[in-house]
Nanobody, 130 residues
Framework: VQLQASGGGLVQAGGSLRLSCLAS????????????MGWFRQAPGKEREFVAA????????HYTDSVKGRFTIYRDNAKNTVYLQMNSLKPEDTAVYLC????????????????????WGQGTQVTVSS
């Protein structure tokens, strides 16, 4: 399985972006629709931090506090794609955004832990100007 993130760019504070993460291939014969999916971000000089996660059906989501009410994670299993809609962007949201796949069932709060994820994609840069 490979994860390909896209949709990053330069936006002014208050603006919006939508990130996409396309999964291609299968891990151990399992389809994309069986994965928990997550978004993380990493700013220069900082550790990678959790942003949002979604369970296999899209019925459960989990967000870090700093993005609640501004970001929405959702997925389209028919397109093997998970999205991150980012509204009301702030300069502190500037980072490389990475998507990740967890092959295990939904773990609730543990979906925010980096070690929970089995596969990582490359990142897409998001820059928010003030």
């Amino acid at each position: 399985v490979q994860l390909q993130a896209s949709g990053g760019g330069l936006v002014q504070a208050g603006g919006s972006l939508r990130l996409s993460c396309l999964a291609s291939g299968r891990a151990s014969g399992r389809a994309f629709s069986t994965y928990t999916m997550g978004w993380f971000r990493q700013a220069p000089g900082k550790e990678r931090e959790f942003v949002a996660a979604i369970n296999r059906s899209g019925g459960f989501t989990h967000y870090t506090d700093s993005v609640k009410g501004r970001f929405t994670i959702y997925r389209d299993n028919a397109k093997n794609t998970v999205y991150l809609q980012m509204n009301s962007l702030k300069p502190e949201d500037t980072a490389v955004y990475l998507c990740a796949a967890d092959y295990s069932p939904w773990s609730g709060g543990r979906s925010g832990l980096r070690e929970q994820y089995d596969l990582w994609g490359q990142g897409t840069q998001v820059t928010v100007s003030s």
